[in-house]
């Protein structure tokens, strides 16, 4: 009995097994069924044809047939393509159809352009395409709903070569989300790790300002202005030229700081979070700055100096917008209040980011003899003395980040000894161009907690703009050192009191004495060294002219000569160099190619001088291993790393032999 009883119940064992495995095999058929109705559909293409104008456009025009040759009829409604794309700018976009058979109402888009593509699909009343059959033609425009411009030349899925139908793959064609059809092209490049924001600030020791390293550096850039006026609100030009290639043209030609013209009353439009539009704006220009307001423009800005090494001080040039030729920084719009509040939200705002360097707290007060409205520089509570407004705000945008330089302009007028602001006259005052007046410095010095972070600055112009006494008889270099630029401010370098930035200076090439002047200053700051900013990038400057002919992309070359010698061509950036990173660029001491020279570096050099490797991970190490310029990679190029590391340098032999 027990036997049998064993025997049935082995039986029943099996029968139940089998009874499971078939089950098994029966769900793993089934599965494999439907893995095999879902799976790629072959037999599907896309034909396409560009339907742009032009590779600059404001539209995309992938004009597509869907073909069929699967086997089957195919519901539309389970397809979806894909257009593979850069976006420029922030507009919203949308999808326009020029012809299709199927009925423009069934075909709609989705927008991913984070994700580098937009996708189409089609809703039911969209049919089916039989086999063998097609969608016929759907001329499909994509577009941007403020009619701004799209770069295609770096767009995946653009070929302008298909000017008739034909089987294109760089189009994807999905079908029940699978893919059927076509190459995916890849996701957008990421952002390049932008350089530390916090090791490129400077500081002064006595007439030098020098960076985080120790090393003496020398501030030679430009203006380009705009932002300032209710015209603009942001730079002018951008209708003609391109924001990114003019930023660049810039620091290729060795302007290594960009003075930004601003108004408190622009700032505060922003603070209270209103959209300021930018005028003359081409998005044909322009593409990425599409849909992006003023506030927008300056980040965009900024952010792209961050790659070519470039930095920024912000110039405040009035109380309100056009307000420039005003003698003060408050009027009856904007009190000293709301001027100390736009410096502090800027300030705020770019606080952690060292591409914003320095602050020019009023550009130009100014006014002559006595007056309730003249800009004074003395020791007194007058709420017209510059010279405690500018401590004041100073000391309000240290308390933010003390790290910025503080950038002060002088006045126009002082009164000559034995005389103050309530006596002077034309007779009794020491006067200069707006904001060119530093006499006062010598008895009443600006004082702030930070006195390393101070620079003084002023303004010069030629003959063009003002018949100055020291122009009205033959003059050269001598006479105008003697006359205005020692008494006016270039004592205070002279007497190591502080560093000098000549904050504006510039003019046309059409009267013989303007360009001796220019050409007297200019050799003035090249021979001393002296920091200084051109006006202007901007060729619609009327008085002066700018580095740009009227077409806003040609260097006026023969100022430029003129301006060259001024201009120091190195970076402020301890990582990415003046122009940015290009395939020739590299960094001494950099063998293994992250642009930073450190212990990681020692490490390789070591290796390379045992023989233990033959070669750097840096295509440039060999040439970035020759520290002491002697065309060899020895002991002595390891030495001089280590020293490096451990900065008891700051800089390497063979910058010091080649000037860099």
């Given at each position: 009995?027990?036997?049998?009883?064993?025997?049935?119940?082995?039986?029943?064992?099996?029968?139940?097994?089998?009874?499971?495995?078939?089950?098994?095999?029966?769900?793993?058929?089934?599965?494999?069924?439907?893995?095999?109705?879902?799976t790629?559909?072959?037999?599907?293409?896309?034909?396409?044809?560009?339907?742009?104008?032009?590779?600059?456009?404001?539209?995309?025009?992938?004009?597509?047939?869907?073909?069929?040759?699967?086997?089957?009829s195919?519901?539309?409604?389970?397809?979806?393509?894909?257009?593979?794309?850069?976006?420029?700018?922030a507009?919203?976009?949308?999808?326009?159809?020029?012809?299709?058979?199927?009925?423009?109402?069934?075909?709609?888009?989705?927008?991913?352009?984070?994700?580098?593509?937009?996708?189409?699909?089609?809703?039911?009343?969209?049919?089916?395409?039989?086999?063998?059959?097609?969608?016929?033609?759907?001329?499909?425009?994509?577009?941007?709903?403020?009619?701004?411009?799209?770069?295609?030349?770096?767009?995946?899925?653009?070929?302008?070569?298909?000017?008739?139908?034909?089987?294109?793959?760089?189009?994807?064609?999905?079908?029940?989300?699978?893919?059927?059809?076509?190459?995916?092209?890849?996701?957008?490049?990421?952002?390049?790790?932008?350089?530390?924001?916090?090791?490129?600030?400077?500081?002064?020791?006595?007439?030098?300002?020098?960076?985080?390293?120790?090393?003496?550096?020398?501030?030679?850039?430009?203006?380009w202005?705009?932002?300032?006026?209710d015209?603009?609100?942001?730079?002018?030009?951008?209708?003609?030229?391109?924001?990114?290639?003019?930023?660049?043209?810039?620091?290729?030609?060795?302007?290594?700081?960009?003075?930004?013209?601003?108004?408190?009353?622009?700032?505060?439009e922003?603070?209270?979070?209103?959209?300021?539009?930018t005028?003359?704006?081409s998005?044909?220009?322009?593409?990425r700055?599409?849909?992006?307001?003023?506030?927008?423009?300056?980040?965009?800005?900024?952010?792209?100096?961050?790659?070519?090494?470039?930095?920024?001080?912000?110039?405040?040039?009035?109380?309100?917008?056009?307000?420039?030729?005003?003698?003060?920084?408050?009027?009856?719009?904007?009190?000293?209040?709301?001027?100390?509040?736009?410096?502090?939200?800027?300030?705020?705002?770019?606080?952690?980011?060292?591409?914003v360097?320095?602050?020019?707290?009023?550009?130009?007060?100014?006014?002559?003899?006595?007056?309730?409205?003249?800009?004074?520089?003395?020791?007194?509570?007058?709420?017209?003395?510059?010279?405690?407004?500018?401590?004041?705000?100073?000391?309000?945008?240290?308390?933010?980040?003390?790290n910025?330089?503080?950038?002060?302009?002088?006045?126009?007028?002082?009164?000559?000894?034995?005389?103050?602001?309530?006596?002077?006259?034309?007779?009794?005052?020491?006067?200069?161009?707006?904001?060119?007046?530093?006499r006062?410095?010598?008895?009443?010095?600006?004082?702030?907690?930070?006195?390393?972070?101070?620079?003084?600055?002023?303004?010069?112009?030629?003959?063009?703009?003002?018949?100055q006494?020291?122009?009205?008889?033959?003059?050269?270099?001598?006479?105008?050192?003697?006359?205005?630029?020692?008494?006016?401010?270039?004592?205070?370098?002279?007497?190591?009191?502080?560093?000098?930035?000549?904050?504006?200076?510039?003019?046309?090439?059409?009267?013989?004495?303007?360009?001796k002047w220019?050409?007297?200053?200019?050799?003035?700051?090249?021979?001393?060294?002296?920091?200084?900013?051109?006006?202007?990038?901007?060729?619609?400057?009327?008085?002066?002219?700018?580095?740009?002919?009227?077409?806003?992309?040609?260097?006026?070359?023969?100022?430029?000569?003129?301006?060259?010698?001024?201009?120091?061509?190195?970076?402020?950036?301890?990582?990415?160099?003046?122009?940015?990173?290009?395939?020739?660029?590299?960094?001494?001491?950099?063998?293994?190619?992250?642009?930073?020279?450190?212990?990681?570096?020692?490490?390789?050099?070591?290796?390379?001088?045992?023989?233990?490797?033959t070669?750097?991970?840096?295509?440039?190490?060999l040439?970035?291993?020759?520290?002491?310029?002697?065309g060899?990679?020895?002991?002595?190029d390891?030495?001089?790393?280590?020293?490096?590391?451990?900065?008891?340098?700051?800089?390497?032999?063979?910058?010091?032999?080649?000037?860099?």
């Amino acid at each position: 009995m027990a036997q049998k009883h064993s025997e049935k119940s082995l039986l029943s064992v099996l029968t139940i097994s089998v009874f499971v495995i078939s089950c098994l095999f029966g769900l793993i058929t089934v599965n494999a069924g439907n893995t095999t109705e879902e799976t790629a559909l072959e037999g599907l293409s896309i034909h396409y044809m560009d339907g742009s104008l032009d590779e600059r456009y404001q539209s995309m025009r992938p004009y597509i047939i869907i073909h069929n040759n699967s086997g089957q009829s195919v519901d539309m409604a389970d397809l979806k393509v894909r257009y593979y794309y850069t976006k420029e700018g922030a507009t919203e976009e949308t999808l326009l159809c020029f012809y299709t058979a199927i009925g423009s109402s069934n075909i709609f888009a989705e927008f991913h352009p984070e994700l580098g593509y937009a996708e189409i699909g089609f809703t039911s009343g969209a049919g089916v395409i039989k086999d063998g059959g097609n969608s016929g033609q759907m001329q499909l425009v994509l577009k941007k709903i403020s009619n701004g411009y799209y770069d295609q030349t770096n767009d995946y899925s653009y070929d302008p070569s298909f000017t008739d139908y034909a089987e294109y793959d760089k189009m994807t064609l999905y079908y029940k989300d699978t893919l059927v059809w076509g190459v995916e092209g890849p996701p957008p490049p990421p952002e390049p790790t932008p350089p530390p924001n916090d090791d490129d600030w400077l500081h002064v020791e006595g007439n030098l300002i020098k960076d985080s390293k120790g090393n003496t550096v020398y501030l030679t850039g430009i203006n380009w202005f705009g932002f300032e006026t209710d015209g603009a609100n942001g730079f002018y030009g951008l209708n003609k030229c391109n924001l990114e290639d003019s930023l660049d043209l810039m620091a290729n030609l060795g302007f290594n700081l960009l003075r930004i013209p601003l108004s408190a009353e622009l700032i505060l439009e922003w603070k209270n979070g209103e959209y300021v539009e930018t005028s003359f704006v081409s998005t044909y220009e322009n593409p990425r700055l599409d849909g992006l307001s003023s506030l927008d423009i300056l980040d965009y800005t900024i952010n792209h100096m961050k790659k070519n090494g470039m930095k920024v001080m912000f110039d405040m040039h009035g109380a309100t917008k056009d307000s420039y030729q005003d003698n003060l920084w408050y009027n009856k719009d904007v009190t000293m209040e709301d001027f100390i509040e736009a410096w502090k939200w800027i300030t705020e705002r770019y606080k952690d980011d060292d591409t914003v360097i320095a602050m020019d707290l009023k550009n130009e007060p100014h006014g002559k003899y006595s007056g309730p409205n003249i800009a004074k520089w003395d020791d007194s509570e007058d709420p017209n003395n510059w010279k405690r407004a500018a401590e004041i705000i100073a000391e309000e945008i240290l308390a933010i980040n003390p790290n910025l330089l503080i950038v002060v302009e002088g006045v126009e007028a002082y009164p000559m000894d034995g005389y103050d602001y309530t006596n002077c006259g034309e007779f009794t005052t020491y006067c200069n161009w707006w904001g060119g007046n530093l006499r006062g410095v010598a008895h009443h010095p600006v004082t702030l907690s930070a006195q390393d972070k101070l620079v003084y600055s002023v303004h010069d112009y030629g003959p063009d703009i003002y018949m100055q006494p020291w122009f009205k008889k033959d003059f050269d270099i001598n006479t105008l050192y003697e006359e205005c630029w020692y008494p006016n401010w270039y004592y205070i370098v002279d007497e190591n009191i502080a560093p000098m930035l000549i904050g504006e200076w510039g003019g046309k090439l059409i009267n013989d004495n303007n360009v001796k002047w220019l050409e007297c200053l200019g050799s003035f700051i090249a021979d001393k060294k002296l920091h200084h900013t051109f006006w202007a990038f901007n060729p619609n400057s009327a008085d002066t002219g700018g580095l740009m002919l009227e077409d806003w992309k040609t260097v006026d070359e023969e100022k430029y000569a003129i301006i060259e010698p001024t201009l120091w061509k190195r970076g402020l950036d301890h990582v990415i160099p003046l122009g940015g990173v290009t395939p020739e660029t590299f960094k001494y001491g950099d063998v293994n190619g992250d642009f930073k020279a450190t212990s990681t570096d020692l490490t390789l050099l070591k290796r390379y001088v045992l023989k233990q490797i033959t070669e750097f991970p840096s295509p440039d190490g060999l040439k970035a291993a020759d520290l002491d310029g002697d065309g060899k990679i020895s002991s002595s190029d390891i030495t001089i790393l280590k020293r490096y590391i451990l900065k008891t340098i700051t800089i390497f032999p063979v910058e010091e032999k080649l000037g860099k």
